[in-house]
């Protein structure tokens, strides 16, 4: 079956809600582009260059929607000091941190703003965002997820007992964290210009398997709604937001953080599978797109017949989002999934997605 839109003007029409052909398809896929396209996990993670280029021929393989950028859950530690290895070990999926940059609480009182332009992982999601660019595509930059960005930093334990222990000196460091944030927006929106650019926003410490829905209200709430209203004044209007596995007590403040905005802009929600996609629509589907959440360890462990079947049903129901919807998994494609599998959301999305 022909598309009749390429991805590009598909992704476009979703997000202005203008009609489309059929949903789009965004598998989420980092490390399968790099293992598809034969290059090596870490040299995926370490080099720009070959970052964007699987990423592109991986869709152009595929016939999927979606666009390169830069990012891995990781992030954080590196960007304040800390230190990190890329992923060319047996079993590596992705960067991870080898040493976190806080150790003491005096280490907060210490750290400086890192330089947005130098600091860790930002040069490599810029070289990567410049290729983007030259061929008419968004340059993303990754923002938000400050439980996260903090986590990496000291050690998600470290910095779970410090929110009991030590509250203060974790919102030190949570400030710290975005004020640097909004340096990086900075950089990119006078590099490009707002209207080229789309941020990313992933979390998953913020986990309620991790933290509670009042921790979360209480440490990272107040960010996320000052960083939204940031980078939506600066002119950038599109969000790819990704709060990864069981988010369901935190949904309130993530309606309550769009509703501070105004609904302006336009936020892509991806949760993980355990948040139902009718909570995601009933919360955000007034005005946001909703972002499938087909579960991500499936596309490597089951049939093809399967997963065209899991994507199916989570069509059927996403399709009901009244703003839109993309057919995705609900964290990243496994990199060692079977190339017919990703190839399943094609099928589903074709048969199953059109809409005329």
Known sequence: ???????????????????????????????????????S???????????????????????????????????????????????????????????????????????????????????????????????????????????????????????????????????KMIAKIEEFQKGVVDYFVNTFGADKCMAFSGGATESNKLISPKQFEAFSLPHEISMSRYILDKGVHIVLAHPCADQNGNLPFYKKMRESCGWKGKYVWNFGPETPLEKQIETFGAHDVIGGNVDPPSFQVKTFDEVVALCKDNIERGMKNPSGYVLMPGCEMPPLTPPINVHAMMVAARKFGAYE
Request: aromatic share 12%; net charge neutral.
């Open 1 to 39: 079956m022909k598309d009749r839109l390429s991805g590009g003007e598909r992704m476009f029409g979703l997000l202005t809600g203008q009609k489309i052909d059929r949903i789009p398809v965004s598998p989420f896929a980092e490390g399968y582009a790099a293992k598809v396209c034969g290059a």
């Open 41 to 171: 996990i870490g040299d995926f993670y370490s080099n720009a260059k070959t970052n964007f280029w699987c990423q592109l021929m991986a869709a152009d393989m595929h016939g999927y929607d979606s666009s390169p950028f830069y990012g891995y859950a990781s992030v954080g530690a590196w960007e304040f000091g800390g230190k990190i290895e890329f992923p060319y070990g047996v079993g590596h999926g992705a960067p991870y941190v080898t040493k976190h940059p806080i150790e003491t609480p005096e280490d907060v009182d210490r750290m400086e703003i890192p330089n947005p332009k130098t600091a860790g992982a930002v040069p490599l999601t810029m070289d990567v965002a410049k290729m983007c660019n030259s061929l008419g595509m968004p340059a993303v930059f990754q923002i938000g997820g400050f439980i996260t960005y903090c986590g990496n930093a000291m050690g998600p334990a470290k910095m779970l007992l410090w929110m009991i222990r030590k509250p203060d000196v974790v919102h």
